[in-house]
T-cell receptor
Framework: KQEVTQIPAALSVPEGENLVLNCSFT??????LQWFRQDPGKGLTSLLL?????REQTSGRLNASLDKSSGRSTLYIAASQPGDSATYLC?????????????FGQGTILTVHP | ETGVTQSPTHLIKTRGQQVTLRCSSQ?????VSWYQQALGQGPQFIFQ???????GRGNFPPRFSGLQFPNYSSELNVNALELDDSALYLC?????????????FGPGTRLTVT
């Protein structure tokens, strides 16, 4: 059974701080891993997608890494801003099927205070 | 290019009733996946439709059913509603059915069952 775990469940930091969100997955045959942002009551916005053949992806102040051997991914946010406050979800796509089923973690609720 | 849209935005139903949720896929996409997100949890995969056929299903009972139309829009139907069906329902579209195709999410439909 595929399981995705995110730590911590919640995080509160002052503006300007660099931070790391963690994601663990159990399926070593991962196809790709994706990080999403979700604002309260809203849909999902894709931040970064890392293919299994890649080690990391970067977009602006965001950097995501993938370590298949340890079953871990991290999302690094540099110079955090109050506008970064949201829930961050990671999702693995394990492949092995004819369809793209994403298995999500429970998310990390991030609060960046001025 | 129009993104993924869902209707209605919010819905309140009574236990035992039936509900239909709708999703319009992004232009050029032929695959729609549906997810259920309970409060405080990550989304869970319900099923995927590819070219009007169900292409994969998660651990949901048969009272959750779907349709995909020739224009690739989709409906999620839930019969005999239960209180635990209260959740945010998300649809995602992609340009193909396999794990290598990135899924783009809509804003969701918030269903409340009383």
């Amino acid at each position: 059974k595929q399981e995705v775990t995110q730590i911590p469940a919640a995080l509160s930091v002052p503006e300007g701080e660099n931070l790391v969100l963690n994601c663990s997955f159990t399926d070593s045959a991962i196809y790709n891993l994706q990080w999403f942002r979700q604002d309260p009551g809203k849909g999902l916005t894709s931040l970064l997608l890392i293919q299994s053949s890649q080690r990391e992806q970067t977009s602006g102040r965001l950097n995501a890494s993938l370590d298949k051997s340890s079953g871990r991914s991290t999302l690094y946010i540099a110079a955090s801003q109050p506008g970064d406050s949201a829930t961050y979800l990671c999702a693995e796509n394990a492949g092995g099927t004819s369809y793209g089923k994403l298995t999500f973690g429970q998310g990390t609720i991030l609060t960046v205070h001025p | 290019e129009t993104g993924v849209t869902q209707s209605p935005t919010h819905l309140i139903k009574t236990r035992g009733q039936q509900v239909t949720l709708r999703c319009s896929s992004q232009s050029g996409h032929n695959t729609v996946s549906w997810y259920q997100q309970a409060l405080g949890q990550g989304p869970q995969f319900i099923f995927q439709y590819y070219r009007e056929e169900e292409n994969g299903r998660g651990n949901f009972p048969p009272r959750f059913s779907g349709l995909q139309f020739p224009n690739y829009s989709s409906e999620l139907n839930v019969n005999a509603l239960e209180l635990d069906d209260s959740a945010l329902y998300l649809c995602a579209s992609s340009s193909g059915r396999g794990p290598g195709y990135e899924q783009y999410f809509g804003p969701g439909t918030r269903l409340t069952v009383t």
